[in-house]
């Protein structure tokens, strides 16, 4: 297991169960700047598949003219987002570390970061789904992944919510998720069917929890931490980080975030020989 925490934090953990912003792309420039090359990295057509329920899922990819021998990364965003608008700048940082990914709109999200969640469009008349009934919009994408023969190496990766979800993800396809990755994994009430700890002793894969300070001083937090980080969980604390995915971006963070960005790319490139 590899712990790092700022000098500064005491007893630390995960995150609680609120919501929040995305993420970044890194070379030596920032993020925001890379965003503006995106085009270059985004795959002419939009995916869809269905959900063992029957919900249409989109996806968005991002390969950057990279084959399927690159490994996979399964974006998947927090509590009232959507894939394109959160992911957006981190598709070309992946690219550019030989990772291929796919952000995808779940059932339970909508406009932030002022993108449409077409997953969540398509349901009109819906009442607005929990957390947890988003699982299986996690299943279908891997299902979908899998089936078409996509990739050999598949990463999950989670925001806030479907950063508790992707422990479940990981628990229930042990032969087909080669790593996992959180960030804020949610632990509120909303999610008390389905927390992180529940699924964590399950997960063979490599697992790397991520969370800003600001958020390590909630007793949630310290609580999830010490059961994860029990497990064998790789957990990072965060200086200047805020809330999901977007503790990676200097524009939402406020913050050169430059570092963040590098120890998230060592570890993935440590998981992915």
């Known amino acids: 297991m590899k712990l790092i925490l700022p000098a500064c934090l005491l007893l630390a953990s995960a995150l609680a169960g609120c919501d929040v912003e995305p993420i970044v792309s890194e070379e030596v420039?920032?993020?925001?700047?890379?965003?503006?090359?995106?085009?270059s990295s985004v795959a002419t057509k939009v995916i869809e598949t269905v959900s063992a329920d029957g919900v249409t899922i989109y996806g968005e990819p991002y390969y950057g003219g990279l084959d399927r021998s690159a490994p996979l990364v399964l974006l998947f965003h927090q509590g009232g987002s959507n894939g394109r608008a959160e992911?957006?700048?981190?598709?070309?940082?992946?690219?550019?570390?030989g990772f291929r990914a796919i952000a995808w709109d779940q059932r339970t999200?909508?406009?932030?970061?002022?993108?449409?969640?077409?997953?969540?469009?398509?349901?009109?008349d819906v009442p607005e789904p929990g957390y947890c009934d988003a699982y299986p919009d996690l299943q279908a994408a891997l299902d979908y992944v899998i089936d078409q023969q996509l990739a050999d190496e598949v990463l999950v990766w989670g925001s806030?919510?479907?950063?508790?979800?992707?422990?479940?993800?990981?628990?229930?396809?042990?032969?087909?998720?080669?790593?996992?990755?959180?960030?804020s994994p949610a632990s509120g009430g909303p999610m008390e069917d389905c927390l992180a700890k529940m699924w964590?002793?399950?997960?063979?894969?490599?697992?790397?929890?991520?969370?800003?300070?600001?958020?390590?001083?909630?007793e949630?937090?310290?609580e999830q931490f010490m059961v994860l980080t029990s497990a064998g969980v790789d957990y990072e604390v965060i200086d200047n980080g805020i809330h999901g995915s977007s503790m990676l971006l200097d524009k939402r963070t406020g913050h050169d975030m430059s570092a963040a960005?590098?120890?998230?790319?060592?570890?993935?490139?440590s998981v992915t020989p």
Do not use: C, H
């Open 87 to 97: 992911y957006a700048p981190l598709g070309a940082w992946l690219n550019s570390l």
């Open 200 to 218: 964590v002793d399950s997960v063979n894969a490599p697992m790397l929890v991520v969370s800003p300070d600001s958020e390590m001083d909630r």
């Open 29 to 39: 420039v920032a993020p925001e700047t890379m965003a503006e090359k995106l085009t």
């Open 261 to 269: 960005r590098n120890t998230i790319a060592t570890w993935l490139q």
């Open 220 to 222: 949630s937090s310290q």
């Open 109 to 124: 999200g909508g406009q932030r970061y002022g993108r449409w969640n077409r997953t969540r469009a398509d349901l009109p």
């Open 160 to 183: 806030s919510y479907s950063g508790a979800l992707v422990f479940r993800l990981a628990a229930e396809n042990p032969e087909r998720v080669t790593a996992l990755l959180s960030f």
